[in-house]
């Protein structure tokens, strides 16, 4: 069964650091385009970065500098580290994995998301 | 950036209804967007790609179409499953931005 299960949310201080994971089954990430999402308590989705099969990543303005995405080939795990974390951060994180042609599509598989609170 | 505009922001709707949501780009994306269906607790999911394609095991009761900066979902005559959040997503270029959500509700 092809599935995603993301890992290592929880509350974290204003400016502390947090490493999300999310496991693959099913498919290999490294032969996939692989995104994060976010999404903020009662807000729409937002987009904050992805990775290609070739390792090249792109980053949301918000994030940028911030955020570093990247994965283990040989734990088939995809994550998302978060530095300098501000209020703004709070959302559930979801990764996704992307379909791709001449673009990316859209995103096929979604994980169920897991929680980042930054709060003092 | 591209910025993507739904409208109406909610509808009420009765089953069997046809229903129609609309997503605006700031700027042209040729037919580069995405459409995902979204329920309470869960994960989005992708229910049309490159602007009708449907993806596989959606319902063909859901259509899409559209060209450079309007788009639109429809969903042809609703099902009590189908009540949820929908967003639109352009795939033209970075940095990836969704719609701010269409909330379908009984009515």
């Known amino acids: 069964e092809v599935q995603l299960v993301e890992s290592g949310g929880g509350l974290i201080h204003p400016g502390g650091s947090l490493r999300l994971s999310c496991a693959a089954s099913g498919f290999t990430v490294s032969s996939n385009y692989m995104s994060w999402v976010r999404q903020a308590p009662g807000k729409g989705l937002e987009w904050v970065s992805v990775i290609y099969s070739g390792a090249g990543t792109y980053y949301a303005d918000s994030v940028k500098g911030r955020f570093t995405i990247s994965r283990d080939n040989s734990k088939n795990t995809l994550y998302l580290q978060m530095n300098s974390l501000r209020a703004e951060d709070t959302a559930v994180y979801h990764c996704?994995?992307?379909?791709?042609?001449?673009?990316?599509?859209?995103?096929?598989?979604w994980g169920q998301g897991t929680t980042v609170t930054v709060s003092s | 950036d591209i910025q993507m505009t739904q409208s109406p922001s909610s509808v009420s709707a009765s089953v069997g209804d046809r229903v129609t949501i609309t997503c605006r780009a700031s700027q042209g994306i040729s037919s580069w967007l995405a459409w995902y269906q979204q329920k309470p607790g869960k994960a989005p999911k992708l229910l049309i790609y490159?602007?009708?394609s449907l993806q596989s095991g959606v319902p063909s009761r859901f259509s899409g179409s559209g060209s450079g900066t309007d788009f639109t979902l429809t969903i042809s005559s609703l099902q009590p499953e189908d009540f949820a959040t929908y967003f639109c997503q352009q795939a033209n270029s970075f940095p990836l931005t969704f719609g701010g959500g269409t909330k379908v509700e009984i009515k």
């Open positions: 996704a994995r992307n379909m791709v042609g001449d673009r990316i599509y859209g995103m096929d598989v």
């Open positions: 490159v602007t009708s």
